[in-house]
């Protein structure tokens, strides 16, 4: 592998991302390898933004030489709530259905359903030192009803603008390539990968 990095992560379904976007992005399946810190990997996201708990994540994995260190925050964030659940997504409802099931509540009858995923990263040497900061977003709106069941977490009900087929409304209805090429996450991790080239 080109490079190494250690993705500060619990959740397997975002280092699948990572994975598949690096690949799509770069066409070399030998860029980056991606390894993850000993589980549980849960520390304390108490920043006050997205950025901030990236950085508490990248922070929270013990350097290794030779490898970079890579953390993301990420939400969802719903114009009609004033933007919530945004940094509580995690935390919104116990379970990701009872997530879905509160979001449609709180959405039932309401017009604007305009919404957009954010997702922060930062990217550490492998001092710990911090390289480049950057976020990615993905905007569309809150479907009706769930529909699809590819993806993670609100996927079954966040319809992106960017589509390449009308059929296809949520994330979760498509093909995990084609969310990997639109979606907040791979928005933010191109620009690291463009980082890391010219560096
Ligand atoms: P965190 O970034 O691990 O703190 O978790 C953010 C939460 O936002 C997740 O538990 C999901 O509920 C939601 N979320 C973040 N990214 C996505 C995504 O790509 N699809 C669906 N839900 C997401």
Known sequence: MKHKIIFGTGNAHKLEELREITRIFTGDTNFIEFTTPEPPFDPIENGSTFEENSLIK???????????????????????????????????????????????????????????????????????EILFKTTGECQGKIALSRAGTNGFGFDPVFIPDEKQNEEIKTLAQMPSDIKNQISHRANALKKIITFIQNN
């Open 58 to 128: 990248a922070q929270a994995v013990k350097p290794q030489n030779g490898y970079y260190i890579l953390a993301d925050d990420s939400g969802l964030c719903v114009e009609a709530l004033d933007g919530r659940p945004g940094l509580y997504s995690a935390r919104y409802a116990p379970s990701q259905d009872e997530k879905i099931s509160k979001l449609l509540t709180e959405m039932h009858g309401n017009q604007n359903r305009r919404a957009k995923f954010v997702c922060a990263m930062t990217l550490l040497n492998d001092k710990g």
